[in-house]
Nanobody
Framework: QVQLVESGGGLVQPGGSLKLSCAASGSAFSINGMGWYRQAPGKQRELVATITSGGRANYADSVKGRFTISRDNAKNTVYLQMNSLNPEDTAVYHC???????????????WGQGTQVTVSS
């Protein structure tokens, strides 16, 4: 069983910063791409940022220059540093990872349970 567990969400004032973490736990698995998505109330889930196993990052236009995605492959963890937050960034943030368990031929998409980020004064 592989699980993704996010942490680091919370309430922050406009202009503030937060850093989210997402750790994959379990046994005998490999991770390919990882990413962060978010879903605001009444809206569809949208991509925030992704990062390949080699560290190449991709960002949504709305967060470019403000958010930074990174990963620590030794810790099976992906991070999202969020700066200059504004109320439009309020959402539940979910991490995702492409994972292949030992003995499995295919990669499968896994999701974390999400962590709430609220930007408000």
């Amino acid at each position: 069983q592989v699980q993704l567990v996010e942490s680091g969400g919370g309430l922050v004032q406009p202009g503030g910063s937060l850093k989210l973490s997402c750790a994959a736990s379990g046994s005998a698995f490999s991770i390919n791409g990882m990413g962060w998505y978010r879903q605001a109330p009444g809206k569809q889930r949208e991509l925030v940022a992704t990062i390949t196993s080699g560290g190449r990052a991709n960002y949504a236009d709305s967060v470019k220059g403000r958010f930074t995605i990174s990963r620590d492959n030794a810790k099976n963890t992906v991070y999202l540093q969020m700066n200059s937050l504004n109320p439009e960034d309020t959402a539940v943030y979910h991490c995702s990872a492409q994972i292949r368990r030992a003995g499995d031929f295919y990669w499968h998409g896994y999701w974390g349970q999400g962590t709430q980020v609220t930007v408000s004064s």
